[in-house]
């Protein structure tokens, strides 16, 4: 017979074992749900399709918020304005100091084409959206809606999260050149009008560095940013349990999980699209 101090010894010595066992199996639970989303992405696509297009429209403008500028494409804009314009003074005053200020326009269409707009559109998709996802998802979950869905049938995983996956990766193409073409004109704003720089030269040195390949490799990193996004919170949303608390809290941690995915992606696929010695067509470099 073990005795109670015993047991307790047992119990402390196991525990770091059970989380780990727990954490591996909720990993293991994601992933499969994942599989299962991307897997019925053709699905939800066909049989869903008034579905998708409603998650379109609350992706890209939000609800009955188009005229207070609520949704994702206000946020997007906005962030990407204060974003580029920070790159644009950093640029513009580390140039200063090496004396090659006429190449801050290229300097712009790579830092903002490559890596500053993708990575803002996926920031406020997860913010804005994506945890909108998980709170919705989370609250038909602790109110079995999803159990009720399962019980007439109704393939729960594309009805819910295959068509806000389809909707994320959809609108996010618009929403990502409008913030990309505020990114260019908030650097341009910063380095000519307020510092001084030249114009004519800003424009040449941008356009010779821009190439619309690297428009298209950017477009495929937003649009996969997006499916990421929109898959963590979905997930988290989809196995949220402990009442409305329970809800919040896996609200954070699909955020938390989804700009660490983001920013982990980023550096992945910035090697893969353009390699490990990055090059400048128009430049010759």
């Not at 998650?55 to 403008?61: C, G, H, K, Y």
């Given at each position: ?194 510092g001084g720089a030249s114009a004519g030269t800003y424009d040449y040195f941008f356009h010779l560095a ?9 477009a495929v990193k937003a649009i996969v940013f997006a499916g990421v996004v929109a898959l963590v919170h ?52």
């Amino acid at each position: 017979m073990v005795d109670f101090d015993t047991r307790i010894r047992i119990r402390r010595a196991v525990r770091p074992v059970t989380a780990v066992y727990g954490g591996l199996a909720d990993v293991g639970r994601h992933v499969t749900f994942f599989w299962r989303t991307v897997v019925s992405l053709p699905y939800a696509a066909t049989r869903y399709r008034r579905h998708v297009l409603a998650q379109i429209s609350e992706v890209s403008f939000g609800t009955n918020s188009v005229l207070s500028g609520g949704g994702t494409i206000g946020i997007v804009f906005a962030m990407s304005l204060a974003a580029a314009m920070m790159l644009g003074v950093e640029t513009q005053r580390g140039l200063e100091l090496v004396g090659m200020t006429t190449l801050s326009g290229m300097l712009s269409a790579i830092a903002n084409t490559r890596e500053l707009a993708p990575v803002v559109v996926a920031i406020a998709l997860a913010a804005k959206v994506g945890t909108g996802f998980t709170a919705q998802l989370g609250a038909m979950r602790i109110s079995d809606e999803i159990d009720a869905l399962d019980s007439m049938a109704v393939r729960s995983i594309p009805f819910l999260a295959g068509t806000r996956v389809l909707a994320a990766m959809v609108c996010v193409l618009p929403i990502f050149m409008i913030g990309l073409l505020a990114s260019y004109l908030s650097t341009r704003l910063v380095i000519v009008f307020w510092g001084g720089a030249s114009a004519g030269t800003y424009d040449y040195f941008f356009h010779l560095a821009l190439s619309p390949e690297d428009l298209v490799y950017a477009a495929v990193k937003a649009i996969v940013f997006a499916g990421v996004v929109a898959l963590v919170h979905c997930s988290y949303g989809y196995f949220a349990s402990g009442g409305p608390a329970g809800v919040g809290q896996a609200a954070g941690r699909a955020l938390r999980t989804a700009i660490l995915a983001i920013g982990v992606l980023d550096v992945l696929m910035t090697f893969a699209l353009w390699g490990l010695v990055p090059s400048i067509p128009g430049m010759g470099v």
